[in-house]
């Protein structure tokens, strides 16, 4: 399985094996992964998932829709490389993905 | 201080359609909601988003689901108190009596909630030291335009508010409108609007860019803007209006001693009654075994939590099931001619 390198904005990390389908949100919440809310359940509407993608790995991932840069615009200090990690479906590819979560989701 | 049979928490799908059940069994209910509407999530974060798995309705916006629940429970005449929050709930012998922001009290057997994932409040600026100016020099929304004349305004994020009220603004004030990036999700005929006056130098608009500190002692003076390549700009400003949506906070119910796991209430899948007799949570803010958060389930927690609803506040009379389809006594309650 595809692992998935979670980091908080105090610099802790935790490295998870994510099933292939999930999204990288889901991942996070089934493993208790702090610093990941996702108030919404995953309906790409409360922007309380927010990540922040390493640029390598960002090209990497399918584009935002624009629905998703447009809850962006709310979450919590947006940056070039914020993503919603519900809109991160785990792949093959993804293997070694690393995310750090904002200071805070809202 | 109200009476009543059952008080409900929260006036989005769930919170509405748990009415319908337990009007249709003959009780009373208040509900209480924060927004200024009911609908919750469906009207605050999808009205004009299509849902796709309400049974026999194939597709239907929140907006429209909402007016059609409203429809459905209009028979039972049930209280809404809008714009109000439950601060405290207080146990007294068999009742349960409830505290709001604005004063009132209730009393009721039971309590249901179906708050959703909380209360929505405004998404507040992620500055350092914003706080002491929210109220007087920054704000969320606006309620009276007219102190905002001949000052200099500030505003940020790119929907329809930060749109609408820079356009709006712009004509008594001088308006500088600030988002992170160049898309703006806000109307593009408003934008387009504001691009116009962007040309005649009557607003500014200024894009990728964030906010990054605020200047000033009892009211602001300035703002500095950074830009993604780390550019600031100081932009002279006596208010500062934020419009980064709605999030949810749970708010005082974590205080009520119920049972909970993060942010959910555990409840039995029975009745749906949490760990203390007469409060019951039903929708998003419930959490059981298998738990789906889907409007659906909702309805069904509504449902069962109606009946044990039903038992304690009539301890006298017998419970009998019912269909809505034969039931006389149902008819009558639904306001139906013989």
Known sequence: ?106 | MINTDAVIIGAGPVGLFVIHQLGIKGLKTEVIDNLDKAGGQCIELYPDKPIYDIPGIPSCTGKELTDKLIEQIKPFKSNFHLNERVEEVKQEEDFWILKTNKGKTFKSKNVVIAGGVGSFEPRKLSIKGSEKYEGKSLFYSVSDKTKFKNKKISIFGGGDSALDWALELSKISKVTIIHRRDEFRGAPHTLSELKKLEKLGKVSIKTKYQIDSIEGDKNIKSIIIKSDDDKKMKIDTDYILSFFGLIMKLGPIAEWGLNMDKKVINVNTNNFQTNKKGIFAIGDICSYPGKLKLILSGFHEGALASVECFKRARPNEKYRFEFTTSSKQIHERLGLKK
């Not at chain 1, 610099?11 to 994510?18: H, L, M, P």
């Not at chain 1, 995953?42 to 840069?69: F, I, R």
Request: aromatic fraction near 4%; hydrophobic fraction near 30%; include cysteine.
């Open chain 1, 1 to 106: 399985m595809p692992k998935i390198t979670y980091i908080d904005s105090s610099g802790n990390q935790k490295t998870i094996e994510v099933e292939i389908g999930l999204t990288v949100m889901e991942g996070a919440i089934q493993n208790n992964v702090t610093g990941i809310d996702a108030d919404c359940g995953g309906g790409m509407s409360c922007a309380t998932c927010h990540v922040y993608v390493k640029e390598e790995w960002l090209n990497k991932l399918p584009k935002a829709e624009d629905a998703e840069q447009d809850m962006i615009d709310m979450a919590f200090q947006p940056q070039k490389n914020s993503r919603l990690s519900c809109q991160i479906t785990v792949t093959e590819n993804l293997d070694g993905l690393t995310v750090t979560t904002p200071e805070k989701q809202n």
